[in-house]
C-alpha cells in the first residue's frame, strides 16, 4: 500500500492539478456506463494532458505493478473501460488536433478528441474523415481505434483498422511506439500499429494517430424504404449498388425496434402510413448533381421489381436527418422495455435471411414470447440482434435465462462461419464465451503478443484475454 501510495503521490506531483482527482463525484461519471450494465471503482482519476505525462504514468505504474484502465469516451459496449479497482487514467485532456494536411490527406488528432471534432475539422479543409456511428458525438478516436469500431460506412471506407495511417502509443513500460507516419505505403517489417487497432487497450495507451481523408462527396442523398423481408433487404442491396455505384449506407430496422422507436422515443416519425414488416434505410454520394434522378430511377425500378413495398426519397436535409435519428434510436428505444440480451453478430450477408429465421426461433425457444429488435449493418452482414424479455417474464427470471440466450443466438451466428462480435469487441462481457469459442492456437498467438508487450499484465487486466 506504501509503494501505491509513493507511486501515485510522484505522478500527482508531474503531471499537477489538473491532471488528477480523488475526488468520488468527480470520479463517479467515469465509473459507470450509459446503459447502466456496468460499474465500477477506481483509487484515482488520472488525466494526462501530453504523451510525457502518460509515459511517466505508465512507467511508474508499471514499476509498481499497478494495474490500469484507459477510458476514453466512456460509450464502449462491452464494459472495457471500466475500471474494477484500477487505476483509471482518462485521455480527456489529450484533446489536440496537432495538424491537417489537405495534400496529403491526413490529419493527426490525439486520443481524447472526439469524433466529430475531426469530422469538422475535415468538412472545413473540404475533405471527410468518413468513420460515422451513433456515438460519434462522444466517442473519442483512442477509443474508436481500440475498439477498431465500424459504424454505417464500412462497405464503402472500411473499419476504423482501413482508416488509420499512423499512431503514437505508450507501451505498458512507459516506452513510445513512435509510428505517426502519413504513409499510404511502407511494407518495413511487421505493422505493428495495427496490433492497437482492436486492442481494447490491452496493449498500450494510443495517444495520437493519422487518419486517413476522403473526398467530401459532393452530393448525398438518403432513402427509406418499406420492405416485406430481410431477403429483399439483401437483394435490394446489390441492385443498387449496381445501378447507382454510390451506396454509402445500407441499414435495416425490423418492425418491433420501429415500433418501440416511435413509442419511447420523442420525435421519431415513419413516413410511411402503415408499418412494414422492415425499413431500410439507405445513404447514396456521389460527385454528380444528377445523383438524385439517379437514385429515383434506380427505387422506382426496384419497386416495379417487387423489391419493395414503398420507398420515400428525403426531400431536404431535416427529413434525412429524420431518417437517420430514427435508425440511430434504435438501441436508446428498447430501454423503457426491459432487459435486453444484446447482439452484435455478423455472418455472411447472403445468410442474413437465414440467420434471422434460425435466430428468431433458437429465441423463441429460450424464452417463448420475447420480443426481438434487429437492426443495423445490412450491407456488412452485422445485425444487432436484441432480444428483449416476454411481457408476461419478470426481469428477474429473464435476466437468468439471458446466458442461455447468448449462447443461442451465437452458436446460429457461427453456424455460419459468423463472428460473435461484429464490431463492439469483447470487453468483459463477451470474454469467458470468446475464450471458449476461439481456436486454442489463436489464442496461444494472442497470449503471446500480450505478453510480449505487457509482461506484468497491468493494462486492461480484466480485458479479452
Ligand atoms: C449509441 C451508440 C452507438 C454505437 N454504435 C456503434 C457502431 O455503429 N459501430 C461501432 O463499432 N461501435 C458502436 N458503438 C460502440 C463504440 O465502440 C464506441 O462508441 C467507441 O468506439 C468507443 O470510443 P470511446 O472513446 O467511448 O471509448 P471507451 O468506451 O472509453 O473505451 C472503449 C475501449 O477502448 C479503450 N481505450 C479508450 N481510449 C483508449 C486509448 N487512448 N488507448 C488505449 N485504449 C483506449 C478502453 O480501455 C476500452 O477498452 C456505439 C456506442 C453507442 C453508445
Request: aromatic fraction near 4%.
Amino acid at each position: 500500500m506504501d509503494a501505491q501510495f509513493s507511486t501515485l503521490t510522484r505522478i500527482k506531483d508531474f503531471v499537477g492539478p489538473q491532471g488528477w482527482t480523488e475526488d468520488p463525484d468527480l470520479i463517479a461519471p467515469h465509473l459507470i456506463e450509459w446503459r447502466d450494465r456496468w460499474s465500477g471503482t477506481a483509487p484515482i482519476l488520472l488525466m494526462p494532458a501530453s504523451t510525457a505525462e502518460a509515459q511517466m504514468i505508465l512507467s511508474q505504474c508499471h514499476e509498481a505493478g499497478l494495474a490500469v484502465t484507459t477510458q476514453g469516451g466512456n460509450t464502449g459496449l462491452v464494459g472495457a473501460q471500466i475500471p474494477r479497482g484500477e487505476v483509471l487514467i482518462s485521455t480527456k485532456r489529450l484533446n489536440a488536433i496537432r495538424s491537417i494536411d489537405p495534400v496529403d490527406d491526413a490529419l493527426v488528432a490525439e486520443a481524447g478528441v472526439i469524433l466529430t471534432q475531426v469530422q469538422d475539422a475535415a468538412r472545413q479543409i473540404g475533405k471527410r474523415f468518413p468513420l460515422s456511428l451513433a456515438s460519434e458525438g462522444s466517442a473519442t478516436i483512442g477509443g474508436l481505434i481500440s475498439t477498431n469500431a465500424g459504424g454505417v460506412h464500412v462497405r464503402r471506407h472500411g473499419m476504423m483498422r482501413a482508416q488509420i495511417l499512423g499512431l503514437e502509443a505508450v507501451l505498458p513500460n512507459g516506452s513510445l511506439y513512435e509510428g505517426l507516419s502519413a504513409l499510404r505505403k511502407d511494407n518495413t517489417g511487421y505493422d505493428l500499429k495495427q496490433l492497437f487497432i482492436g486492442a481494447e487497450g490491452t496493449l498500450g495507451l494510443v495517444t495520437a494517430a493519422t487518419l486517413k481523408l476522403v473526398a467530401q462527396p459532393r452530393h448525398t442523398t438518403v432513402a427509406l424504404l418499406a420492405l416485406e423481408t430481410p431477403a429483399q433487404a439483401v437483394e435490394l442491396l446489390h441492385r443498387l449498388e449496381a445501378e447507382t455505384a454510390a451506396v454509402a449506407a445500407f441499414e435495416v430496422m425490423n418492425h418491433l425496434g420501429v415500433t418501440l422507436a416511435l413509442k419511447n422515443i420523442a420525435n421519431v416519425r415513419v413516413p410511411f402510413s402503415d408499418l412494414s414488416p422492415w425499413l431500410a434505410l439507405v445513404e447514396f454520394e456521389g460527385p454528380n448533381a444528377d445523383l438524385i434522378e439517379t437514385v429515383e430511377v434506380a427505387l422506382a425500378s426496384a419497386l416495379e421489381a417487387g423489391l419493395a413495398l414503398d420507398a420515400v426519397v428525403a426531400q431536404n436535409e431535416a427529413q434525412a436527418k429524420s431518417f437517420w435519428y430514427l435508425r440511430e434510436e434504435m438501441s436508446a428505444c428498447q430501454k423503457p422495455e426491459g432487459v435486453a440480451a444484446k447482439h452484435d453478430v455478423s455472418v455472411p450477408v447472403s445468410k442474413i435471411p437465414v440467420f434471422l429465421t434460425l435466430a428468431d426461433a433458437a429465441a423463441e425457444k429460450v424464452a417463448p414470447g420475447a420480443r426481438i429488435v434487429a437492426f443495423g449493418h445490412c450491407s456488412d452482414g452485422n445485425i444487432h440482434y436484441d432480444v428483449i424479455q416476454p411481457s408476461a417474464m419478470s426481469a428477474e427470471t429473464y435476466k437468468a435465462l439471458v446466458p442461455q440466450m447468448n449462447e443461442a443466438i451465437h452458436d446460429v451466428a457461427m453456424s455460419f462461419n459468423g463472428s460473435i462480435s461484429a464490431e463492439h469487441g469483447i470487453g468483459i462481457s463477451r470474454r469467458d464465451e470468446f475464450l471458449r469459442r476461439e481456436p486454442e492456437a489463436n489464442l496461444v498467438l494472442m497470449r503471446a503478443i500480450k505478453a510480449s508487450f505487457d509482461p506484468k499484465n497491468i493494462m486492461n487486466p480484466r480485458v479479452l484475454l
